[in-house]
């Protein structure tokens, strides 16, 4: 999964159409990439970090993180995996994104 999040970073950072329509609509984009439907009571938003704006995002602790019954089964199915690996791997995501276009 952190692969594909990697490629649509990546994508948006080479296409700037394609990034617009991620800021616009980042559920209905990130679905299509992802070739799956997210949840009606899934929220998901993109923000483009510049130099003047930069977002930290603090995913919640594994002992906290609960899910229901319905968000089990999507899991389990395969189908809502970006709801827990994206918000958990957000920072490891970060990182292979700059190991991906950038040499070091």
């Known amino acids: 999964m952190a692969e594909k999040q990697v490629h649509i970073i990546a994508r948006a950072w080479q296409d700037e159409s394609f990034k617009q329509r991620l800021l616009d609509d980042p559920k209905g984009v990130v679905a299509q990439e ?18 003047d ?10 002992e906290t993180l609960e899910l229901t019954d319905e968000q089990l089964e999507s899991v389990a199915g395969g189908e809502a995996a970006l709801i827990i690996i994206g918000v958990t791997a957000a920072v490891a995501i970060s990182a292979n994104v700059a190991s991906y276009t950038t040499s070091w």
Do not use: E, K
């Open 34 to 51: 992802l070739g799956v439907s997210l949840p009606d009571d899934c929220t998901l938003q993109c923000f483009a970090n510049d130099a």
């Open 53 to 62: 704006h930069q977002y930290l995002v603090l995913p919640p602790g594994l």
